[in-house]
């Protein structure tokens, strides 16, 4: 099979159910999950040891699923779509990230993306979440989407800077507080 299929030089793609534009903003959204999905592998890979293997797991999973959200991105025929993502996915990254975050300081300043490269990366991931997010944000005022896949993107990126923490601390190296900010946060335990 070759990958080139010659399909796309005159600037148009496929999607579920016809071609559009390369720069359509559906397309453009989908690839931006892709290009997340991208940043994930890299974290992925930077996990190595026992001390992650949890957070190695937990992202390959969420490998699958954003190919799941660009998935339900994907359609231009609205009939007969059955959605992959749900609020089961979406709540489950909540149990996650109350888990990890028990691992993880008190939360007093605002941080800096950074620390070790496991979170740094992590970090990128969710930079690039949101504005996934932001995407499909803007891809829902135009036509109808899975409402779940703005939750979930919503929620990963939460989960990101979670677990970016978490790298953290499972490395023995400190976030990096914001020295400007005052402290604005409180106790969460």
Request: proline fraction near 2%.
């Amino acid at each position: 099979m070759k990958v080139y299929t010659r399909t796309g030089d005159e600037g148009q793609t496929s999607v579920i159910g016809g071609r559009v534009s390369k720069d359509d903003l559906q397309v453009e959204t989908y690839g931006t999950i892709d290009e997340l999905n991208s940043y994930v592998g890299q974290a992925v890979s930077l996990m190595e040891g026992e001390a992650f293997e949890d957070l190695r797991q937990n992202l390959l999973e969420i490998q699958h699923e954003l190919f799941d959200c660009g998935s339900d991105l994907a359609f231009v025929k609205l009939s007969e779509i059955r959605y992959k993502v749900s609020a089961e996915m979406v709540e489950r990254l909540e149990q996650w990230m109350d888990a990890y975050e028990e691992e993880n300081p008190e939360l007093e300043r605002f941080i800096l993306p950074g620390g070790s490269l496991l979170s740094s990366t992590l970090h990128v991931c969710r930079t690039v979440c949101r504005r996934a997010e932001r995407r499909v944000v803007t891809l829902g005022q135009a036509k109808d989407i899975n409402p779940e896949v703005r939750r979930y993107l919503n929620r990963l990126s939460d989960y990101f800077f979670v677990i970016a923490r978490t790298a953290n601390v499972r490395s023995n190296v400190p976030d990096i507080e914001y020295i400007r900010s005052k402290k604005v946060f409180g106790n969460k335990k």
